[in-house]
């Protein structure tokens, strides 16, 4: 299996371009079964969960083409498929958002219970229920979400809590369904509003999107053309803690500010000087070391969980003792048992871990268990005395575009060894 190695102790230095956000891109491309044309998707991440969702698409019978700058164009004009097995689905929790498309378009859809990160059991009942409102007829069987409809039809449905995936199900469904659809207690967060606007100009009609309630008016028919993916908030934020981590200074580019203010807050907390534009985010450490910090997770515009293992990284290098709460998956702490490996002071009692800064960490073989663990602990390794081996790396593939090479182009010490 393939590994990264990190000789931690380079304080990073310089730019990165950020790539397309993997939450935006993945719904996108499911999105594209709702239209009877082509469509095409720029700022499209290199990611290993887009190759899944692109061979996703093909096995469904969608044509597909890749440009050298790797835009997608997506034919779903002769999709004749719309069952997505197990084998897959399976590597990639997104692969349930083609459900909502294949049934509101198709009238018929089989998806297998998705797989994704180990981060905890998350199910996909509201994901069916919210389909049941439109009039679905649901069932599960030997792991394959069974739904069918003659069409959809205009309901309302309220979410028993903030899912991000489920919202995007019912979106999707609710845009060709006959009438209007009202869903409440919706995800707010930037990647569920980049997929609205991208159904938007496909002709859906949606209101509210970026609230917790959601009108959409389902129209007989959805077309083609081009729409290019926000940034990825989540991989900036990982290089702006490199920086803080690091003492440093990165320069973002072609990212936003404005989707990350609770991130950035917790950074100024920790002695970060930030200044950001547009589309960039510049971040200052000026050689010092950063404070420990002090989070609760919780659905956006609060503070994410997919930036919680890199702020417990952080802490463990930090002044002071950070408390963070997991609040959203009950199996989101699988990086501090390796982080204590390379020295951390890491208590856990329950969703708490309470973090002590150490002065140093030490380098060690660790394991990688999900992917944003895995960008914690290739964090750690940047700053551990010595040699840091990250094994079972491929978690990293599926959300960060050659983290290798721009954290190396920001003066890391960083290197792949090849499975
Ligand atoms: C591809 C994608 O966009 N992944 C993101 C998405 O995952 P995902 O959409 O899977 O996460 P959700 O927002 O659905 O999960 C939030 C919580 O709701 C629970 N739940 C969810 C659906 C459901 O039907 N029943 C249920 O109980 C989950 O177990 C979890 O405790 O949002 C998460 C929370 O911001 C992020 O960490 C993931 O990176
Ligand atoms: C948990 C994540 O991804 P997924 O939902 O695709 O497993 C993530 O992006 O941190």
């Known amino acids: 299996m393939a590994k990264i190695v990190i000789t931690g102790g380079e304080v990073l230095n310089g730019e990165v371009q950020i790539s397309g956000a993997k939450n935006a891109v993945l719904p996108i491309l499911c999105a594209t079964l709702l239209a009877d044309s082509p469509i095409s998707i720029g700022n499209v991440p290199h990611l290993h969960d887009v190759t899944t969702t692109v061979e996703l698409l093909g096995a469904l019978g969608a044509q597909l083409t890749i440009d050298e700058k790797l835009t997608i164009t997506v034919d779903p004009t002769h999709v004749n498929q719309t069952v997505a097995p197990y084998e897959l689905v399976k590597t990639m929790r997104a692969s349930i958002l083609v459900l909502g498309p294949l049934l509101s378009k198709f009238g018929h859809a089989e998806v297998s219970l998705p797989g994704g990160c180990a981060i905890g059991s998350r199910p996909v009942d509201q994901h069916i229920r919210g389909l049941i409102a439109l009039g679905a007829d649901v069932v599960v069987e030997n792991g394959m979400v069974k739904a069918k409809a003659n069409r959809l039809k205009g309901g309302r449905y309220v979410f028993d809590m903030v899912t991000v995936t489920g919202t995007e199900n019912v979106l999707m469904a609710a845009c060709l369904a006959q009438g209007t659809t009202v869903l409440e207690n919706c995800a707010e967060e930037p990647e569920v509003v980049d997929l609205a606007n991208c159904l938007i100009m496909m002709g859906a009609k949606i209101e509210g999107a970026g609230t917790n309630k959601m009108v959409i008016e389902g129209v007989d028919r959805l077309h083609g053309g081009h729409y290019d993916v926000l940034p990825d908030r989540i991989e900036t934020g990982t290089f702006l803690i490199a920086a803080a ?175």
Do not use: W
């Open 245 to 419: 981590m690091t003492g440093g200074r990165v320069l973002a580019k072609r990212t936003r500010a404005d989707i990350l203010d609770s991130v950035l807050l917790k950074l100024e907390d920790a002695g970060a000087q930030i200044n950001s534009g547009e589309d960039f985010i510049e971040l200052n450490m000026n050689g010092r070391r950063p404070k420990a910090v002090s989070l609760t997770t919780a659905p956006y515009p609060a503070f994410p969980t997919d930036m919680q293992a890199q702020f417990a990284a952080m802490n463990c290098v930090a002044e002071g003792v950070g408390v963070i709460k997991e609040t959203i998956f009950e199996n989101r702490f699988m990086h501090l048992n390796e982080l204590s490996r390379l020295g951390a002071d890491i208590r856990v009692d329950g969703h708490t871990a309470i973090i002590r800064g150490v002065e140093q960490l030490t380098g060690a073989p660790i394991m990688a268990t999900d992917l944003r663990a895995s960008a914690s602990l290739v964090l750690a390794g940047l700053v551990a005395k010595g040699e840091t081996t990250v094994d079972r790396i491929y978690h990293i593939d599926r959300g960060y575009e050659n983290i290798e090479e721009k954290l190396g182009g920001l003066g890391a010490k960083i290197r792949r060894l090849p499975g």
